[in-house]
C-alpha cells in the first residue's frame, strides 16, 4: 500500500447502508441508467452529506462521475 493511499484511507468514513440510503438510492437519478451499487454509493455520499456538507466524491467510475457532475 502507498503512503498516499493509506493517508487517504486515514480519512475514511465507512457507515452502514441504512433505509435512509436505500430509500434515497432507489429514487430517480439524473443520468440513468445506474446500477445499483453506484445508486447505493452515491445515496450514501448524499446522506453523509446532511452531516457533512464538504463531503466529497471520489471515484474512477465514468457514471458515477457523470451522474454526480450533473448532481452537483
Do not use: C, F
Request: hydrophobic share 40%.
Amino acid at each position: 500500500m502507498t503512503d498516499d493511499y493509506r493517508s487517504a484511507a486515514a480519512q475514511w468514513d465507512v457507515r452502514p447502508v441504512g433505509d435512509r440510503v436505500v430509500h434515497v438510492a432507489s429514487a430517480p437519478w439524473p443520468v440513468e441508467p445506474l446500477r445499483a451499487l453506484d445508486a447505493i454509493h452515491l445515496a450514501s455520499v448524499l446522506v453523509s452529506r446532511e452531516a457533512r456538507p464538504d463531503l466529497r466524491l471520489l471515484t474512477r467510475d465514468n457514471g458515477s462521475k457523470r451522474t454526480q457532475l450533473r448532481w452537483g
